[in-house]
Nanobody, 121 residues
């Protein structure tokens, strides 16, 4: 029912920028928290950034490693969540996953299939 389509990944040099987009379809998403997670080779998946649902005032949260460099935002009219990434570092290299999660029912928890971000010279 719910489908998440990610885009914007690719190869970028250190210090560069990328913007990831995730378009969700299938339901009303204002009551969902939306976020980005990443997984580097040999490491566990980790939270990058989240933006809460309307019920929580769309508050944002960031991993310490990306604070000041990444910005998460959402456009409810377009059912889209963005991750603006700046000052990219090689350690940001990972597969980035989009996630949406219902504010009141954790059974409604969906993931995209991931988009590769590679930061290298």
């Amino acid at each position: 029912q719910v489908q998440l389509v990610e885009s914007g990944g690719g190869l970028v040099q250190p210090g560069g920028s990328l913007r990831l987009s995730c378009v969700a379809s299938g339901t009303r998403f204002s009551v969902y928290a939306m976020g980005w997670y990443r997984q580097a080779p040999g490491k566990q998946r980790e939270l990058v950034a989240t933006v809460a649902s309307s019920n929580s005032g769309y508050s944002t949260n960031y991993a310490d490693s990306v604070k000041g460099r990444f910005t998460i935002s959402r456009d409810n009219a377009k059912n889209t969540v963005y991750l603006q990434m700046s000052s990219l570092k090689p350690e940001d290299t990972a597969v980035y996953y989009c996630n949406v999660r219902h504010a009141f029912n954790s059974n409604y928890d969906y993931w995209g299939h991931g988009t590769q971000v590679t930061v290298s010279s």
